[in-house]
Nanobody, 120 residues
Framework: QVQLVESGGGLVQAGGSLRLSCAPS????????MGWFRQAPGKEREFVAA???????YYADSVKGRFTISRDSAKNTVSLQMNTLKPEDTAVYYC??????????????WGQGTQVTVSS
């Protein structure tokens, strides 16, 4: 069974930091682009960040300069370091994998999500 398992969510005060991790299982995802999306209550899911197998990285404007995506191809994991968090970053964060465009929403594999709550 192919799975993407996220971890590292939680409650943090505004200005704080969190690190999300994603560990795939049942599939190597070698060659895939790995991404992070988020969905806040009452809002549509939105792109946050992605990293290609080549190492090229992409970020939503709202998180540029605050979030950093990284990939450890040897360990087959992807992480999202989130700094200077804001209340508007509160959402369920999803790890995903695709062979398509890095910022599109049509990723083929999705994790179950991890909650990030930023208090003001």
């Amino acid at each position: 069974q192919v799975q993407l398992v996220e971890s590292g969510g939680g409650l943090v005060q505004a200005g704080g930091s969190l690190r999300l991790s994603c560990a795939p299982s049942g599939h190597s995802f070698a060659g895939y682009t790995m991404g992070w999306f988020r969905q806040a209550p009452g809002k549509e899911r939105e792109f946050v960040a992605a990293v290609r197998w080549s190492g090229n990285k992409y970020y939503a404007d709202s998180v540029k300069g605050r979030f950093t995506i990284s990939r450890d191809s040897a360990k087959n994991t992807v992480s999202l370091q989130m700094n200077t968090l804001k209340p508007e970053d509160t959402a369920v964060y999803y790890c995903a994998a695709t062979v398509g465009a890095p910022t599109a929403d049509d990723y083929g594999y999705w994790g179950q999500g991890t909650q990030v709550t930023v208090s003001s």
